[in-house]
């Protein structure tokens, strides 16, 4: 079965200083990866998928196939990208999210 | 265009009381799903549907049932609410095909007292 790891459950930072969110995954087909943002009590919103390869509010995620993670990085971190990030692997034809158990980013000045 | 709506956004239920969480969609998409969103857990699909008529069982759907008589349609009901049950839920939805966005809801903050 599929299965998405975030290893931590909270990241603290100061602003300015480089953000790397882990994530790592297991899943025997071809992966599709998806990094989504929950602010303070909203709807989570979609950040960032490999397929795209591009750089959403900074961010960035490589996926790496031989070490099966989907790390999200970002150079410069801003107090305003406190949030809750959410990996997810979506498998059954595009039908189905499988979430790791999200990474409360902190950014304190 | 409205995207994912869901209601209510707050309810409280007493212990053995049933209710409906709504969740509409006006993108025309085939995939609906219901997630819960706990702790330290992240999100579980509770069941999710491939099209009108279709349904199916995700990883915690014990306690909850589904129907999609409408594509645009999810309704998630609690049949005998337990304080187990307390969670936010979110509908999802997408256009069921690889390499698509999954659109979701602002979420159902429910309380089982």
């Known amino acids: 079965a599929q299965r998405v790891t975030q290893p931590e459950k909270l990241l603290s930072v100061f602003k300015g200083a480089p953000v790397e969110l882990k994530c790592n995954y297991s899943?025997?087909?071809?992966?599709?990866l998806f990094w989504y943002v929950q602010y303070s009590r909203q709807r989570l919103q979609l950040l960032l998928r490999?397929?795209s390869r591009e750089s959403i509010k900074g961010f960035t995620a490589d996926l790496n196939k031989g070490e099966t993670s989907f790390h999200l990085k970002k150079p410069f971190a801003q107090e305003e990208d406190s949030a809750m990030y959410y990996c997810?692997?979506?498998?059954?034809?595009?039908?189905?999210?499988?979430f790791g158990t999200g990474t409360q980013l902190k950014v304190e000045l | 265009n409205a995207g994912v709506t869901q209601t209510p956004k707050f309810q409280v239920l007493k212990t053995g009381q049933s209710m409906t969480l709504q969740c509409a969609q006006d993108?025309?998409?085939?995939?609906m799903s219901w997630y819960r969103q706990d702790p330290g857990m992240g999100l579980r699909l509770i069941h999710y549907s491939v099209g009108a008529g279709i349904t199916d069982q995700g990883e915690v759907p014990n306690g909850y049932n589904v129907s999609r008589s409408t594509t645009e349609d999810f309704p998630l009901r609690l049949l005998s609410a337990a304080p187990s049950q307390t969670s936010v839920y979110f509908c999802?939805?997408?256009?069921?095909?690889?390499?698509?966005?999954?659109?979701f809801g602002e979420g159902s903050w429910l309380t089982v007292v």
């Open positions: 490999h397929i």
């Open positions: 993108m025309n998409h085939e995939y």
């Open positions: 997810a692997l979506l498998t059954g034809g595009g039908n189905k999210l499988t």
């Open positions: 999802a939805s997408g256009p069921g095909t690889s390499g698509n966005t999954i659109y």
């Open positions: 899943y025997s087909g071809s992966p599709e």
